[in-house]
Every structure is written in structure tokens, then in C-alpha cells.
């Protein structure tokens, strides 16, 4: 089971943006930008291209309706998306709020938010779904 199965299945605890029944939005514990968020199928496959079409192209809608909400919850001019999975091998899309292209950084030192500001942030990202 991978790490993010288990937080899917809650065993391990995330700040939960949205799920239904094929895929899952969580913040990611050690964000390159404010609201950094990750979007994962629930079906454990590694690679995201390995993912049939139909899965991979319900997982582009779902993280559409995700990135809207982040828009309108955090400031910043775009959102970004990278797909990286040297890390966690389970499928999953970074959407990462951007106000310049070095916003998204990998290489940089991670941002760090407390508790209590991880939870505002998810909140403010879910209020905005639609
Ligand atoms: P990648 O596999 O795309 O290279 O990186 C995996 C991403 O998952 C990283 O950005 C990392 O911070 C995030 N991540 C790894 N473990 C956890 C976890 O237990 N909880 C959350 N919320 N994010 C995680």
C-alpha cells in the first residue's frame, strides 16, 4: 500500500481538499508554493501514463474543478501543474499556485505553514469549490 492509499483510506492524516469516488486532493505536506495541492486516482498505479484514458482523462477534469477553487482561494496568477513521481509511486498531479515561473521550484528550500495554517488553506480552497 502506498503512502498516499493510506491517506486515502485515512490511516494517515492530510489536509483534505476533495475526493469522489476515482479520485482524491490533498495539500502537500511540504509545499513549494501556498496551496500547493496533489490529485491522485484511488486505483494504486505507479506511473500517471500508465493510467488507462478514461482514468487519466477524469483525473484532468477532476484536478480542473481543484485548480478553479485554488485560483479564487490563494493569490497568485496561475496555477501550475507538474508531474515529477520520483518520490511517491503512486500516480499524481502537483497544482501549484504561481505568481512567477520560478515559483515552481522543486529545488528550492519548501515552504513551511503551521498546523493551524495548513488547515486554513485547505478550508479556504474548499469553500471555493463548486
Ligand atoms: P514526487 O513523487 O512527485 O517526486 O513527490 C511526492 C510529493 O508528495 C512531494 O511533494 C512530497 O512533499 C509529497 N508527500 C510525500 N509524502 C507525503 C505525505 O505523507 N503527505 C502529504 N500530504 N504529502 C506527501
Redesign the pocket.
Known amino acids: 500500500m502506498t503512502?498516499f492509499s493510506k491517506?486515502i483510506a485515512g490511516d494517515?492524516p492530510?489536509y483534505k481538499i476533495a475526493e469522489d469516488d476515482r479520485y482524491f486532493a490533498?495539500?502537500?505536506?511540504?509545499p513549494v508554493a501556498k496551496g500547493h495541492v496533489?490529485v491522485v486516482p484511488k486505483q494504486e498505479t505507479d506511473y500517471l501514463f500508465d493510467l488507462d484514458d478514461t482514468l487519466l482523462s477524469g483525473m484532468t477534469l477532476f484536478a480542473k474543478r481543484i485548480a478553479k477553487a485554488q485560483k479564487k482561494a490563494i493569490a497568485c496568477r496561475r496555477i501550475g501543474v507538474a508531474v515529477?513521481?520520483?518520490?511517491?509511486p503512486h500516480a499524481?498531479i502537483?497544482l501549484i499556485p504561481l505568481n512567477q515561473e520560478t515559483d515552481l521550484n522543486f529545488f528550492k528550500p519548501k515552504q513551511s505553514f503551521s498546523p493551524d495554517e495548513m488547515q486554513a488553506i485547505a478550508a479556504a480552497i474548499r469553500a471555493e469549490l463548486e
Open positions: 503512502i491517506i494517515i492530510c490533498f495539500l502537500d505536506i511540504n496533489l515529477l513521481g520520483m518520490e511517491v499524481h502537483h
